[in-house]
């Protein structure tokens, strides 16, 4: 089933995954939630899941108050999140 929410949070989770493997967002880099939000002009709680998704793959850390902090990735981080991308593809 079609969900506009749903594709709009994978656009949100592509988007910021992009810019950290590509290092557009240096680590250490701090976001906060309802600034992006605001950014994107989509609903707080979508960058919040989509923060959180971030946090499940490795490239981010949560912080509290809606916050996030861009981790430093190793080769090995970003290979295995590369291959779990190409895998799920297939």
């Known amino acids: 089933m079609y969900s506009p929410?749903?594709?709009r949070m994978d656009l949100v989770v592509h988007r910021y995954r992009e810019a950290v493997v590509t290092k557009r967002l240096a680590p250490?880099?701090?976001l906060v939630s309802a600034e992006e939000a605001a950014t994107?002009?989509?609903?707080v709680s979508?960058?919040?899941?989509?923060?959180r998704q971030l946090a499940s793959m490795g490239l981010v850390?949560?912080?509290?108050q809606g916050r996030v902090r861009v981790k430093t990735n190793n080769?090995?981080?970003?290979q295995a999140l590369e291959y779990g991308h190409?895998?799920?593809r297939a």
């Open 5 to 7: 929410l749903a594709n």
């Open 28 to 30: 250490g880099t701090e």
């Open 40 to 43: 994107l002009n989509v609903p």
């Open 46 to 51: 979508l960058v919040r899941n989509a923060f």
């Open 61 to 64: 850390e949560l912080l509290p």
């Open 75 to 78: 080769i090995q981080s970003l």
């Open 86 to 88: 190409t895998r799920r």
